[in-house]
């Protein structure tokens, strides 16, 4: 494969999965954030699947730099809300700064475990897990004490039970969700076709539409 099909199939992975990613936190998300009140529910269901979508974008575009794409995909379409004529400024903020830093400790642990070079043992990616799952709430909370200090908005402005049932609870939560999906696939010792799947550009153009058009008919409903 020659680099310039190499990068477009990293691009094409990865703008594929974002939009898969965009299109469940949309329609997902929601549901979560509108209808359901049960504390812990986004780590359950959220997070896990957006770990799957950037390991998918990881296998499927054959490196890191797709997960990358992935999560600049899922936040940009959260930012689209901005185009909307009188957005709430941290509802879109806070949703997208959370997708990127989620990306970010992503691309951050699964470098160190080799991934996707390498197939790492169950006890690293749990540990893996753990550090992604904490690590990107650190840097999220880092985000609402700036808010919080700046604006005076924010998690960090209602005392310490909420940042730190988001930190341990959620973290807990979160891991424990992706490790068990992990191990159910983890000891096949093959990757599920669909993670491996090449879309195309059509295909990729359609869910990205698709999850363009959900996020904002569903933010203007709620």
């Avoid at 997708?99 to 990616?125: D, H, K, N, Q, W």
């Avoid at 753990?130 to 990107?136: E, N, Y």
Wanted: charged letters at 10%; one cysteine or more.
């Amino acid at each position: 494969m020659s680099g310039h099909q190499a990068s477009r199939q990293v691009i094409t992975a990865g703008l594929f999965w974002g939009s898969i990613w965009g299109l469940y936190e949309a329609t997902v998300g929601y549901i979560i954030h509108g209808f359901v009140r049960m504390p812990g529910t986004a780590s359950v269901l959220m997070v896990p699947f957006a770990v799957f979508c950037m390991l998918s974008a990881t296998v499927s575009g054959g490196a890191l730099r797709s997960a990358v794409v992935a999560a600049m995909a899922a936040a940009g379409i959260k930012l689209m809300n901005l185009a909307l004529p009188v957005p709430h400024l941290l509802a879109v903020l806070n949703p997208a700064a959370a997708i990127l830093l989620e990306g970010l400790a992503f691309t951050v642990v699964a470098r160190s475990l080799g991934v996707p070079g390498r197939r790492p043992v169950l006890p690293e990616l749990a540990m893996g897990v753990l550090l992604f799952s904490v690590g990107w709430r650190v840097l999220f909370l880092g985000w609402s004490a700036v808010l919080a200090t700046g604006w005076s908005v924010g998690m960090m402005t209602h005392g310490l039970h909420a940042p730190l049932g988001f930190l341990v609870r959620d973290s807990l939560l979160s891991a424990v969700v992706i490790v068990g999906l992990i191990g159910l696939t983890h000891g096949r010792g093959r990757t599920p076709q669909i993670m491996r799947s090449a879309p195309g550009l059509m295909t990729v153009a359609g869910v990205l539409t698709l999850a363009v058009a959900a996020e904002l008919t569903l933010t203007r409903l709620g």
